[in-house]
């Protein structure tokens, strides 16, 4: 059984930094894909960031790329998401995702594995 826990999440200003972590157990983690994804109220989740199974590939939403980095850290069993310059529409629930495939994904089709979800709000 795979299980994802993320932390990281809390409230923020405008401009501010947060750092989100993924934990995973219950299996190989070295080379499965992972990604980060996001939900507002009322909205469907979207893709935040991804990174392949070796972590030397990566890709990102055009709404964060600049400001967020997604990392990996085998040896822990983590994935973080590193987000600078936060904005207002950054407020969502974050999730994280894996999923035993190597190849880098954006959509959540490609992923079977899920996390709870964790808090992020931005205020102006």
């Known amino acids: 059984q795979v299980q994802l826990v993320e932390s990281g999440g809390g409230l923020v200003q405008a401009g501010g930094s947060l750092r989100l972590s993924c934990a995973v157990s219950?299996?190989?983690?070295?080379?499965?894909?992972m990604g980060w994804f996001r939900q507002a109220p009322g909205k469907d989740r979207e893709f935040v960031a991804a990174?392949?199974?070796?972590?030397?590939?990566?890709r990102y939403a055009d709404s964060v790329k600049g400001r967020f980095t997604i990392s990996r850290d085998n040896a822990k069993k983590s994935v973080y998401l590193q987000m600078n310059s936060l904005k207002p529409e950054d407020t969502a629930v974050y999730f994280c995702?894996?999923?035993?495939?190597?190849?880098?994904?954006?959509?959540?089709?490609?992923?079977?594995?899920w996390g709870q979800g964790t808090q992020v709000t931005v205020s102006s």
């Open positions: 995702a894996a999923d035993e495939g190597q190849s880098i994904a954006t959509s959540t089709a490609r992923y079977k594995y």
């Open positions: 219950g299996r190989t983690f070295s080379s499965s894909r």
């Open positions: 990174i392949g199974g070796g972590g030397s590939i990566t």
